[in-house]
């Protein structure tokens, strides 16, 4: 089995006895009336549209020198650049936690918030929206095309965007085919962590000239050089965790990814 195998079985394991202790019914009554931060439009602003991450762990890096507190990250993100914030939600892998996203939410409800997640049942889009996030991750390799078709349409009833991750050409027609606005293209491969930025090249060549689509290039990204060429590529945001969770001043390495160091 591999990590990513297990992290999938982990999540849905501990669905169970979420479900049991919160009913879907009371996590609806727990939903804000007024309507989340739209994440399509916090990634159409002109310039580098970074997507900064909070997360404490990893099954590759282990555990990460920059262990503030969520909502310290949150307000060192946004100060020096960030455009939207992607919350590490998963416990056993990742240190993650759902009360990151409530906390960030309840005291920065301008921020555009991703629930970086497992996602693979429809309870846990609306914890994401119960939550505060204004986004979710659907990982296409997870996934079955129903289900990722499914997940599209049930968030987009909560006034959610999915950013829908792919590895491979195999994985973007299954993502476009489910319906998928933004893309997320993630150059670590999920099954072995090896990453390679070349992923993201070749999923832009596939889709261009194609409208109507965001792209988003994860995982690997260290340099402003390099987000200069993917831009040029064809991608619009890029999602940075590793490099800033591992700086001892993840507000100067966040604005020498933007250029302006």
Excluded: W
Aim: net charge negative; aromatic share 6%; with cysteine.
């Amino acid at each position: 089995m591999t990590v990513l195998e297990r992290i999938v079985a982990s999540t849905k394991q501990e669905l169970i006895q979420t479900k049991e202790s919160v009913p879907l019914e009371k996590l609806l009554g727990r939903i804000p009336e007024e309507p989340p931060v739209s994440f399509t439009s916090a990634l159409a602003r002109p310039g580098i549209n970074i997507i900064a991450e909070i997360k404490y762990k990893s099954p590759s890096r282990g555990e990460f020198a920059c262990q503030l507190p969520c909502l310290e990250l949150a307000g060192i993100y946004s100060e020096n650049g960030a455009v939207a914030l992607s919350v590490l939600t998963e416990k056993s892998y990742f240190s993650g936690d759902l009360s990151f996203l409530q906390e960030i939410a309840e005291e920065k409800p301008e921020l555009a918030l991703l629930r970086k997640d497992f996602i693979v049942d429809p309870y846990q889009v609306v914890e994401a929206r119960s939550s505060g996030a204004c986004a979710y991750l659907l990982i296409v390799s997870c996934l079955s095309e129903q289900q990722l078709q499914s997940l599209i349409h049930y968030g987009q009833e909560f006034q959610l965007d999915a950013l829908v991750e792919v590895h491979d050409p195999f994985e973007l027609e299954k993502a476009i085919n489910a319906g998928a606005g933004i893309i997320g293209v993630n150059n670590r491969n999920l099954r072995n962590f090896e990453v390679d930025l070349d992923t993201s090249f070749d999923i832009a060549r596939r889709m261009e000239g194609e409208g109507g689509y965001t792209l988003i290039s994860e995982s690997g990204i260290e340099e402003h050089s390099q987000i200069l060429e993917l831009q040029d590529a064809g991608f619009q945001a890029f999602l940075v965790g590793s490099i800033l969770m591992d700086s001892s001043d993840p507000g100067k390495k966040l604005r020498q990814l933007r250029g302006e160091e």
